[in-house]
């Protein structure tokens, strides 16, 4: 079972930065992707970024050349740099992995586990 807490978040003006930090409670062994998803009022819960294992990341088009995911693997975490912030940013932020389950030597699933969310909003 792995456990992530998400820490960072705050209120901060338009066109400053943040960083949010993931930690998961244990190493995480084999293929993975962490990431990092956003929720708002009456919204659904979208991914803002990614990092696999492979180190392929990902972003969603609101954030790209604003937002920087990445990972220490040793620390067994996961940030999330914003820079450039904009109220549009505003949400509560949620840590996620999506970790390969192994049975015998053997692929045989995947498991998803969520940190508990840390707000972030902007304004002036």
């Known amino acids: 079972q792995v456990q992530l807490v998400e820490s960072g978040g705050g209120l901060v003006q338009p066109g400053g930065s943040l960083r949010l930090s993931c930690r998961a409670s244990?190493?995480?062994?084999?293929?993975?992707?962490m990431g990092w998803y956003r929720q708002t009022p009456g919204k659904q819960r979208d991914m803002v970024a990614t990092?696999?294992?492979?180190?392929?990341?990902t972003y969603a088009d609101s954030v790209k050349g604003r937002f920087t995911v990445s990972r220490d693997n040793a620390k067994n975490t996961v940030y999330l740099q914003m820079n450039s912030l904009k109220p549009e940013d505003t949400g509560v932020y949620y840590c996620?992995?999506?970790?390969?389950?192994?049975?015998?030597?053997?692929?045989?699933?995947?498991?998803?586990?969520w940190g508990q969310g840390t707000q972030v909003t902007v304004s002036s």
């Open positions: 996620h992995a999506l970790v390969s389950r192994v049975v015998g030597g053997s692929l045989s699933g995947w498991d998803n586990y």
């Open positions: 244990g190493t995480i062994l084999g293929m993975n992707t």
């Open positions: 990092t696999s294992s492979g180190g392929t990341t």
